[in-house]
């Protein structure tokens, strides 16, 4: 006799198993292109690591946001990935997952670029969140790739995915799925019906000869010709010798056919570039086809596509662009060329994206020991008159105007924080922020009948070009809305590149000064060192943009979340920055003087 159910349980039940056969459907239509296509659809990084998460380490909705450093540790010697130790809603840990190489060093590049605190939250987010921030991806996937299917793919498909793709492409044992995935049973995720006689004959001849997935002749020669371009690394001391070493370790490597280390001009609105090896600059210096450069630079991504000549028709090889960034600062895009059919895998990117982010540290690490270790820095002058938002209102409202501090914005824009001389307030901050220079201003507070104002600047500004070029901005005062422009940079500096790109984007700029001095640099030698080595970009940004705020005032100048919101970042992340940077400073502010000799008093 059937047991009767109710209508609302029958209707709830009906729904659960419509929709469990839709996910089993999606996950087991979810090809590897439609695995791209959702990664290529994740607008964030943080977006794409929550893919990464349920869909190449098998986390449930409710386990990323419990994710925290901590819980990461290395796999054995020789492997690229680590071990994570997965947690329930009371903290208690209850398996132990596995990050591969490529889902690794997304955590470890968010958690680096984020400063994240190693007990922290990764994802600070809720389980629902997790589970929206899957489906805004798969329905942008879906609407782009004109691929209604992908709408439907939750968390849950993506650790389904997860699932059955280490069990049908890669042969991995049962045991291990169950163990890292936290399965019980492995019944649901074997593919229903019986596999046809091509996929038995190649299971079975691959099994005999000792096959495994993938090109594993293809890995080895790009892991060779990695290796060559780190000894370059390792021996170059500038940024020149860094661009041609890496271009021609690469081109000369058994891996890549030619290597160009590209740049933006973003005035010019085109692509240049500085280092080539295999092949001539040409191929994307005046070229039509450089959407693959600009989509890498624009998404932070490894982009893969068919070289094509300059007509526009299709090689035979294929293009690799690199993003070139150590997570705080850009330095371009590289890109690789090579002819063998096999390449350009998830592993080979995985390593190309490890590679421009070595090259990236490289660059910043040589430009931190030229600039701020350095005996001496060069120190340039510059003239301009009425070519941006601070001189137009200088002149507009006949008051000085005098830059207080900079530190670098959300995106390529700048925060200035600016003192306007005997002004109005309101008037003031309508003259900067009528300006089409300005994204955004606000007024942080007064000070002895002056007004410091708070403006993020749009980039193409002499500021932002300066800073492009290497440059720290030391001064800039505008008198009768004439500016008188003071930057240091690396005393190897090309003056004249960084004089006629300035000129570009300002054409009454003059070189008026070029000085070669000693550094000067700000408190103790401990201090020092702890602002140079010890505190990240992001924390030294921060910690300016909070002084120049007014934030450590009584009362605030600023509030965290406007100081977060200036930034763009969150107001925990704000508060993270704030907290380890000052504790370094703490520290060394305190060890020195430890080191100190008692003072001696007198009582005379």
């Known amino acids: 006799m059937d047991r009767k159910i109710d209508g609302p349980r029958f209707v709830y039940l009906r729904y659960h198993e419509s929709m469990s056969r839709t996910t089993d459907r999606a996950a087991s239509a979810l090809t590897e292109a439609d695995w791209e296509r959702l990664c290529g659809a994740a607008e964030t990084h943080r977006t794409e690591l929550v893919l990464r998460l349920c869909g190449e380490a098998g986390l449930r909705a409710a386990e990323v946001p419990r994710v925290r450093p901590a819980d990461v540790r290395r796999g054995p010697t020789g492997h690229g990935g ?86 049908e492409a890669d042969g991995v044992d049962p045991r291990i799925v169950k163990a890292v995935g936290g399965w019980e049973r492995l019944d649901g995720l074997v593919p229903e019906g019986e596999p046809d006689r091509s996929t038995v004959a190649t299971a079975v001849e691959r099994a005999a000869d000792g096959e495994e997935g993938g090109d594993a002749g293809r890995l080895a020669v790009v892991t060779e010709g990695m290796a060559t371009v780190g000894e370059a690394l390792a021996d170059a001391s500038d940024r020149a010798t860094i661009e041609t070493a890496v271009c021609e370790a690469l081109a000369a490597s058994e891996a890549y056919e030619a290597a160009w280390l590209t740049e933006t001009d973003r005035h010019r609105d085109r692509v240049e570039v500085r280092e080539s090896a295999g092949g001539g600059p ?3 210096e005046g070229a039509r086809d450089v959407t693959i450069v600009r ?14 000549s300059m007509r526009g028709e299709t090689g035979e090889g294929s293009l ?19 002819d063998a059919g096999a390449a350009f895998d998830a592993p080979e990117r995985t390593a190309l994206a490890d590679l421009g982010r070595r090259i990236g540290a490289a660059l910043t690490a040589t430009k931190r020991r030229q600039l701020l270790l350095g005996d001496t820095v060069l120190s340039l002058g510059f003239a301009y008159q009425r070519e941006d938002v601070f001189t137009d209102c200088g002149a507009s409202l006949e008051s000085a105007v005098t830059l207080e501090g900079l ?18 307030p309101q008037a003031a901050l309508a003259c900067v922020d009528d300006h089409p220079d300005t994204a955004s201003a606000r007024i942080v507070r007064r000070v002895e009948g002056d007004v410091i104002l708070e403006v993020i600047v749009e980039p193409g500004t002499p500021l932002s070009t300066v800073t492009e070029q290497g440059g720290t901005v030391q001064q800039l005062q505008v008198e ?6 003071l930057a240091e940079f690396a005393p190897d500096v090309d003056v004249r590149t960084v004089a006629e790109t300035l000129a570009d984007a300002c054409p009454s700029a003059e070189l008026r000064r070029k000085q070669e001095q000693p550094r000067t640099g700000e408190g103790t030698p401990a201090l020092q060192d702890t602002l140079s080595e010890e505190l990240t970009e992001r924390q030294r940004s921060v910690l300016r943009a909070a002084l120049h705020a007014g934030y450590f005032e009584w009362p605030r100048g600023s509030t965290a979340e406007e ?42």
């Open 82 to 167: 680590a071990f994570l130790t997965v947690r329930d809603g009371s903290g208690a840990p209850t398996r132990e997952a596995y990050l591969a190489t490529t889902v690794h060093h997304a955590l470890h590049q968010y958690v680096r670029s984020n400063d994240v605190d190693p007990e922290a939250r990764v994802v600070d987010v809720s389980t629902r969140r997790v589970q929206m921030l899957v489906r805004e991806v798969a329905e942008r996937a879906a609407s782009v790739h004109h691929r209604p299917d992908l709408a439907g793919v939750t968390p849950s498909t993506l650790r389904r995915r997860f699932a059955r793709h280490l069990l």
């Open 282 to 284: 040409e191929r994307f």
């Open 295 to 308: 989509q890498a630079r624009q998404s932070g991504r490894v982009i893969v596509g068919p070289d094509r």
């Open 320 to 338: 690799a662009a690199v993003p070139v960034d150590d997570g705080e600062a850009e330095y371009g895009v590289l890109v690789v060329r090579t």
């Open 407 to 424: 530190v670098p914005g959300d995106g390529d824009r700048l925060v200035c924080f600016v003192r306007v001389e005997a002004a109005e």
């Open 480 to 485: 009768s809305g004439r500016a008188e422009l």
């Open 563 to 604: 100081l977060a919101d200036s930034l763009g970042v969150s107001s925990p992340t704000l508060h993270n920055h704030l907290r380890r940077a000052q504790q370094k400073l703490l520290e060394a502010a305190l060890a020195d003087e430890r080191d100190r000799p008692p003072a001696v008093r007198s009582d005379e």
